[in-house]
């Protein structure tokens, strides 16, 4: 099952935010009308922070991700995570998802040195 596979996945890379102090909760939902405004049909997950209290919100899209492999799962995941980091700092959209991407693409390829 998909959820098993992203539940996996979080566990992995968990890590990353809960050894600084950050809590989390996933919220599986079918479809984006129980996900943040903006979210589109496509949008496999999103991430509200509370950056202040070290407290975050994973939505994640359980139809959209439905065909994901696993590597696209773990970088959603980290992806994800790595959106709390820079909560704090976050200023417009593209420039985030940039950042974001980028320490993603940085974190999931060390991972297999």
């Keep these: 099952m998909k959820k098993q596979r992203i539940q996996k996945a979080f566990k992995k890379w968990a890590w990353l935010v809960n050894g600084y102090g950050w809590q989390f909760t996933v919220k599986y939902v079918m479809g984006t009308e129980n996900m943040p405004d903006g979210c589109t049909a496509t949008t496999t997950a999103a991430t509200r922070s509370s950056w202040e209290y070290l407290e975050g919100f994973v939505y994640v899209n359980l139809i959209a991700c439905e065909d994901e ?28 998802e940039y950042v974001v991407t980028s320490l993603e693409r940085i974190i999931y390829g060390m991972r297999k040195q």
């Design 69 to 96: 492999p696993d590597d696209a799962i773990e970088r959603m995941v980290i992806h994800e995570l790595v959106h709390m980091i820079v909560s704090p700092v976050e200023t417009e959209a593209k420039e985030n």
